[in-house]
């Protein structure tokens, strides 16, 4: 469900070309490292990148939209939306990162 959330939010946020393509390419990358943590349930490093890259996208993620947020003469409601999109998907991430160490400390994590 983190997943998807995730990556229907960035798809979302993508919309409109607001933002540069490395906000694309590092949130689907680490959705794609969060596919690989799925799908091997044992893997300790797996769910350990995960939680990393989703901590660092929450650091690139208020980078983006703070340096790339328009004036407010500029706003579309189509760019209104992507924005509102990252944003909101930008607030779920502390809650993302905290279920993803839950399933960390169970799959034996320190």
């Not at 350990?48 to 890259?53: D, K, Q, S």
């Not at 690139?60 to 500029?74: E, K, L, Q």
């Amino acid at each position: 469900a983190i997943i998807l959330v995730h990556w229907l939010l960035t798809v979302w946020g993508c919309m409109n070309y607001i933002f540069p393509a490395s906000y694309a390419w590092g949130n689907f990358s680490v959705l794609a490292v969060g596919i690989w943590a799925i799908v091997q349930r044992d893997s300790l490093d797996a769910i350990m990148m995960f939680l990393t890259g989703l901590l660092l996208t929450v650091l690139t993620d208020i980078i983006h939209v703070s340096v790339f947020y328009p004036p407010n003469n500029h706003l579309t409601d189509v760019k209104r939306f992507s924005i509102g999109m990252a944003i909101f998907s930008l607030l779920l991430k502390p809650v993302s990162c905290y279920l993803v160490y839950r399933m960390y400390r169970e799959r034996g994590g320190e």
